[in-house]
C-alpha cells in the first residue's frame, strides 16, 4: 500500500511569510502526528491529531498549527516565519496513535530566508 | 514531563563488530520504548521496540534490553554490515498522553 506522502518536498520562504505543508496518511491510519527535525536536535513533536481532533501538543509557540480532515489527510501552518523555523518537518501516521508503529513521511525541507 | 538522553551522539565501528547505543529516561510512568533508524533524505523508520513488560527482545541482529529499575534502555547491532550505517534513535512513552519523547539521535558509522 502506499506510503504516507508529504507536499511539498522542499520550500524556501522569507521572513514574516506563513506556509502550509501537507501530509496524506497511509490508508486506514487515523493518526497523524508532526515533527519537526534540526542538526543537533533530533525530532521536537509538534502535535498530533486522531479523528480531526488534536489529542497533544508539544512546546511551540502558537504560531504553529495544525489540522485534520475527515479523510484523515493534515495540514500544519506557520504563520510569521522566523530563520529559526528552517527544518526538516516530519509527518508521520499510525492506526491508533504514537504508541504503535509510526511511518513517516519523507518531509518538507523549509528554508526561511 | 519525561526526557531522553542518548549516547553516544556519534559511533564508528568496524564492519563485523558489534554496535551499542544507550538511552535514559526520566519519567518512571514511560512504559514503552521504540527505536527508530533514520537514512540519508527519508523519514525515521521503526527497527524494534520494547514494551515495559519484557526485559529484552531480539530479531535478528538487533535486540533492545530494558532495565526499568535504572531507567535505561539500551540498542545492541550485532555483525554490523555497511547498510547498518544510518542515524538512530530511541524514543520513549507513557501511554497516557499520546506523545513519543525522542533522544537526540546517535550517527552510527560502519568502517569497510
Known amino acids: 500500500k502506499a506510503g504516507v506522502t508529504q507536499t511539498p518536498r522542499y520550500l524556501i520562504k522569507t521572513r514574516g511569510q506563513q506556509v502550509t505543508l501537507s501530509c496524506s496518511p497511509i490508508?486506514?491510519?487515523?493518526?497523524v502526528s508532526w515533527y519537526q527535525q534540526t542538526p543537533g536536535q533530533g525530532l521536537q513533536f509538534l502535535f498530533e491529531?486522531?479523528?480531526?481532533?488534536?489529542?497533544n501538543k508539544g512546546n511551540f509557540p502558537g504560531r504553529f498549527s495544525g489540522r485534520q480532515f475527515s479523510n484523515s489527510r493534515s495540514e500544519m501552518n506557520v504563520s510569521t516565519l522566523e530563520l529559526g523555523d528552517s527544518a526538516l518537518y516530519l509527518c508521520a501516521s499510525s492506526f491508533e496513535g504514537t504508541y504503535n508503529e509510526q511511518f513517516f513521511g519523507p518531509g518538507t525541507r523549509l528554508t526561511v530566508l | 514531563g519525561e526526557n531522553v538522553e542518548q549516547h553516544p551522539s556519534t559511533l564508528s565501528v568496524q564492519e563485523g563488530d558489534s554496535a551499542v547505543i544507550k538511552c535514559t529516561y526520566s519519567?518512571?510512568?514511560?512504559?514503552?520504548f521504540p527505536w527508530y533508524k533514520q537514512e540519508l533524505g527519508k523519514g525515521p523508520q521503526l527497527i524494534i521496540d520494547i514494551r515495559s513488560n519484557v526485559g529484552e527482545k531480539k530479531d535478528q541482529r538487533i535486540a533492545v534490553t530494558l532495565n526499568k529499575t535504572a531507567k535505561h534502555f539500551s540498542l545492541h547491532i550485532t555483525e554490523t554490515q555497511p547498510e547498518d550505517s544510518a542515524v538512530y534513535f530511541c524514543?520513549?512513552?507513557?501511554?497516557?498522553?499520546?506523545?513519543?519523547?525522542w533522544g537526540a539521535g546517535t550517527k552510527l558509522i560502519i568502517k569497510p
Open positions: 491529531y486522531f479523528s480531526e481532533t488534536q489529542r
Open positions: 519519567d518512571s510512568a514511560s512504559n514503552y
Open positions: 490508508s486506514g491510519h487515523r493518526s
Open positions: 524514543a520513549a512513552s507513557p501511554d497516557s498522553n499520546y506523545q513519543l519523547i
